[in-house]
Nanobody, 125 residues
Framework: DVQLQASGGGSVQPGGSLRLSCETS????????IAWFRQAPGKEREPVSY????????YYADSVKGRFTISRDNAKDTAYLQMNILQPEDTAVYYC??????????????????WGQGTLVTVSS
């Protein structure tokens, strides 16, 4: 079975940091690009970041550029999202997703074949 297990969420104060992990199994991780999306209460799911299968390409939403860093460890079949200088507007459930298509519009959810269950990030003072 394909599994994407997102973890690392929690509650932090503004300005704090968290590192999310997306542990995967059931598919050839090396052949998939990985993205992080998030969904705040009452809002649509939005793209956060993407990393290509070889880690040669990374993309970020404008709202997180300079604060978030996506990475992957193909030996561990795991992707990460380092989130720094967190703000209340970053509060959301964060999901990781995987796509085997190298030529995608990375911010479009339907481009992804597999999804994790989400991990909640709450930024509040």
């Amino acid at each position: 079975d394909v599994q994407l297990q997102a973890s690392g969420g929690g509650s932090v104060q503004p300005g704090g940091s968290l590192r999310l992990s997306c542990e995967t199994s059931g598919f050839t991780f090396d052949d998939y690009g990985i993205a992080w999306f998030r969904q705040a209460p009452g809002k649509e799911r939005e793209p956060v970041s993407y990393i290509s299968k070889g880690a040669g390409r990374t993309y970020y939403a404008d709202s997180v550029k300079g604060r978030f860093t996506i990475s992957r460890d193909n030996a561990k079949d795991t992707a990460y999202l380092q989130m720094n200088i967190l703000q209340p507007e970053d509060t959301a459930v964060y999901y990781c997703a995987a796509t085997s298509n190298s030529r995608i519009l990375w911010g479009i959810p339907v481009e992804y074949e597999y999804w994790g269950q989400g991990t909640l990030v709450t930024v509040s003072s």
